[in-house]
């Protein structure tokens, strides 16, 4: 298995602009995560879905996020408008339901918002 | 809401044990000790995790003190590969992980 698989690697984008981070589970997974990091606040919990249901956002900083999982392999992370504040690491993990005590990560999106 | 306290840094010879210590005490019955490390761009991984007993797989060993107040994560034989940020993290199952700020590891050659 290859992995959660993140897209892109890196997006540099202006100030306004609306950006999709993509997150693919690993199969048979029925966990998923997004995460954000920066220096000032470490790793920070964004939302949580178990089979494909939102269980809970209470980590979304503002209505300006939404994410969704459209079927059970994939996750869409949405910033509209983005702001520079939003420049970070966003993280994607997955984790079955035989074992939600072992998160399994991507390898991030490095979104920097000029 | 801070359930761990760790040294934010330390270092460790090649070859030798890295002993990571990792503070709980306000840890309640039913809540596991986690640790996960990341490496520099990458995601966080999973090392290993208990709840009263020590435990050992291929990657560390975990002690946890019979009050449950604190523990050890051993990294037997260190290698410059394990240089990376390690997390401890307390919390029942079920519930989400919440990463601290974690102990900066640096394996010298």
């Known amino acids: 298995d290859a992995g959660v698989i993140q897209s892109p690697r890196h997006e540099v984008t202006e100030m306004g602009q609306e950006v999709t981070l993509r997150c693919k589970l690993i199969s048979g997974h029925n966990s998923l995560f997004w995460y954000r990091q920066t220096m000032m606040r470490g790793l920070e919990l964004l939302i949580y879905f178990n089979n494909n249901v939102p269980i809970d956002d209470s980590g979304m900083p503002e209505d300006r996020f939404s994410a969704k999982m459209p079927n059970a392999s994939f996750s869409t992370l949405k910033i509209q408008p983005s702001e520079p504040r939003d420049s970070a690491v966003y993280f994607c993990?997955?984790?079955?339901?035989?074992?939600?005590?072992?998160?399994?990560f991507g390898s991030g999106t490095q979104l920097s918002v000029l | 809401d801070a359930k761990t306290t760790q040294p934010p840094s330390m270092d460790c010879a090649e070859g030798r044990a890295a002993n990571l210590p990792c503070n709980h005490s306000t840890i309640s019955g039913n809540e596991y000790v986690y640790w996960y490390r990341q490496i520099h761009s990458q995601g966080p991984q999973y090392i290993i995790h208990g709840l009263k007993n020590n435990e050992t797989n291929e990657m560390a060993s975990l002690i946890i003190t019979e009050d449950r107040k604190s523990s050890t994560l051993i990294l037997p034989h260190a290698t410059l590969r394990d240089t990376a940020v390690y997390y401890c993290i307390v919390k029942n199952t079920g519930n989400q992980f919440y990463f601290g700020t974690g102990t900066s590891l640096t394996v010298i050659p």
């Open positions: 993990a997955s984790s079955p339901d035989n074992d939600r005590e072992k998160l399994f």
